[in-house]
């Protein structure tokens, strides 16, 4: 089936620094890739998304690019704060109307001051 | 205003009781979701409806029930709760199907003891 391969975690950066949590696919058909974002104590939220190759996702200083070629969907900012503390999810979901978003593992960021 | 509440917020029960959770979303969406988040961050869904109908039944054990009495409310109930089961249970919803935008409530903290 699907799934989501993200980088082992826990990260742990100083403000400014430049992050990259790295994230490939495996799909049979052409999925639409997600980052989602999980605060402490929160549920989810969407953070970003691209739905064919190419295509770039950008929210909130954060971007990620869909690569066909090399089934990935890296996460990079440039400059992290404080406040991008939290757990960010990879996550694809098949185009033809499938219900199920297919979640990777998580990955644990933390940024000091 | 809360998009998607989830009731209880943090639920502590012995091993064999039954035990519902409650979610409502006030987004006006038609597809609603069941999602398990294990002790590692892991998430995999556990059931989806879209206006009320069973379109996702993901192999859970059928101690776990879930009931959509309308298209705003999904509830989850489930018997005989064993060690295993405890875990934080997330309620979403989206509004078209298929699109992989779901909107999370902040979880539901199930621990059996």
């Known amino acids: 089936g699907d799934s989501v391969t993200q980088m082992e975690g826990p990260v742990t950066l100083s403000e400014e620094a430049f992050l990259t949590i790295n994230c490939t696919y495996t799909?049979?058909?052409?999925?639409?890739l997600f980052w989602y974002v999980q605060y402490p104590g929160e549920g989810l939220q969407l953070l970003l998304k691209?739905?064919?190759?190419?295509d770039k996702g950008s929210n909130k200083g954060f971007e990620a690019t869909y690569r066909k070629e090399t089934t990935s969907f890296h996460l990079e900012k440039g400059s992290v704060q404080v406040s991008d503390s939290a757990v960010y999810f990879c996550?694809?979901?098949?185009?033809?109307?499938?219900?199920?978003?297919?979640f990777g593992k998580g990955t644990k960021l933390t940024v000091n001051p | 205003d809360t998009a998607v509440s989830q009731t209880p917020k943090y639920l502590v029960t012995q091993m064999g009781n039954d035990k519902s959770i409650k979610c409502e979303q006030n987004l006006g969406h038609d597809t609603m979701y069941w999602y398990k988040q294990d002790s590692k961050k892991f998430l995999k869904i556990m059931f989806s409806?879209?206006?009320?109908?069973?379109?996702i039944n993901e192999t859970v054990p059928n101690r776990f029930s879930p009931k959509s009495p309308d298209k705003a409310h999904l509830n989850l109930h489930i018997n005989s709760l064993e060690l295993g089961d405890s875990a934080v249970y997330f309620c979403a919803s989206s509004r078209l199907v298929g699109s992989g935008e779901l909107f999370f409530g902040e979880g539901s903290r199930l621990t059996v003891l």
């Open positions: 996550a694809l979901s098949e185009k033809g109307g499938s219900e199920k978003l297919v």
């Open positions: 799909a049979t058909g052409y999925p639409s």
């Open positions: 691209a739905t064919k190759a190419d």
């Open positions: 409806y879209n206006n009320k109908e069973l379109i």
